[in-house]
C-alpha cells in the first residue's frame, strides 16, 4: 500500500516562497509508469492540478502556474516537493500529492495524501 504524507508550513507571507515535501512509503517514487503531482483546492473551489515529476525526474506543469512552480525530488529519500514562488492570498489552499498513471490516454490517480493547509496571510 503506497502512502503519501505532505509536510511544510502552514502559513507563508505573501511574495514569498511556499515550499512542500511529500513523503512516500510503500513504493518508489522511480518506479516507471507513474508520476508524482501536486495538486491543491482553494477554498470553496475545486481540485487545481499543479504539476509533476515523472519516475525518470522529468516535469510538468500547469501553464497557468508554469512560471512560478518548481518540482524536484530526493530519490534517496523517496520524496518529492514543491516551490511556489511570489504567494499571494489567492495560493490560499489544501495542498495534496498523489500518485498519477497514464491509463492508455487517460490519467487516473490512485494515492493521496491526506492534504495540508496553506494559507498565504501577513
Known amino acids: 500500500q503506497v502512502q503519501l504524507q505532505e509536510s511544510g508550513p502552514g502559513l507563508v507571507k505573501p511574495s514569498q516562497t511556499l515550499s512542500l515535501t511529500c513523503s512516500v512509503s510503500?513504493?518508489?517514487?522511480?518506479?516507471?509508469?507513474?508520476?508524482w503531482s501536486w495538486i491543491r483546492q482553494p477554498p470553496g473551489k475545486g481540485l487545481e492540478w499543479m504539476g509533476s515529476i515523472g519516475n525518470s525526474g522529468g516535469t510538468a506543469y500547469s501553464p497557468s502556474l508554469k512560471s512560478r512552480t518548481s518540482i524536484s525530488r530526493d530519490s534517496s529519500k523517496n520524496l518529492f516537493t514543491l516551490q511556489l514562488t511570489s504567494v499571494t492570498p489567492e495560493d490560499t489552499a489544501v495542498y495534496y500529492c498523489?500518485?498519477?498513471?497514464?491509463?492508455?490516454?487517460?490519467?487516473?490517480?490512485?494515492?493521496w495524501g491526506p492534504g495540508t493547509q496553506v494559507t498565504v496571510s501577513s
Open positions: 498523489a500518485r498519477e498513471y497514464d491509463g492508455f490516454g487517460t490519467w487516473y490517480s490512485d494515492f
Open positions: 510503500g513504493g518508489s517514487i522511480t518506479t516507471n509508469y507513474y508520476y
